[in-house]
């Protein structure tokens, strides 16, 4: 019976299940299954070898997306009631956070994003909340002596 020319070993396969499912990083993979860097660097080259490992990266990164959609939600809803914070940094901080999740294009310099109130006012938040928003952005950050712990 011929061999199917567009599989990989188990071998390969054993390798690309720990690269993917475990917590060990590429070299302790390879050094896990005795595999040469320059025997890894072959496979990295053979078109079947590569082929799954990128449907595999893809799966990864889909996983990871499913992941962080599932929950932008709650972290939405996190970050909007730690704008409450008793703890101004925490506030602010907060208040930053969601001005830069708001910003259109998180790639553009802000120097091309629309002031912070053209910002908060063109997105659907409640009146209260971009004000303690804008009211926390402009307060003086807080000074050393607040910072350091009481003795």
Known sequence: MPKNT???????????????TGRNNEQQVLEKHKISQRAYDRWLA??????EFERRL???????????????????????ELTQSQTQETARKAC??????L???PAKSLSDAPACGE?????????ELASR??????A???NEQTRQPAQ
Not at 46 to 51: I, L, M, Q, R
Request: negative net charge; aromatic residues 4%; glycine residues 2%.
């Open 96 to 101: 930053l956070d969601i001005i830069t999740l």
């Open 140 to 142: 003086d950050p807080p």
């Open 6 to 20: 567009n599989r990989i070993t188990k071998r390969q396969r054993d390798v690309l299940d720990d690269l993917f």
């Open 58 to 80: 893809q799966n990864a990164r889909r996983q990871g997306e499913l992941l962080l959609a599932r929950y932008s939600a709650l972290a939405a809803a996190k970050l909007i």
């Open 119 to 127: 910002l908060i006012e063109s997105t659907e938040l409640p009146p």
């Open 133 to 138: 928003l804008l009211s926390a952005l402009a």
């Open 103 to 105: 910003r259109p294009d």
């Open 46 to 51: 053979d078109t079947n070898f590569a082929a």
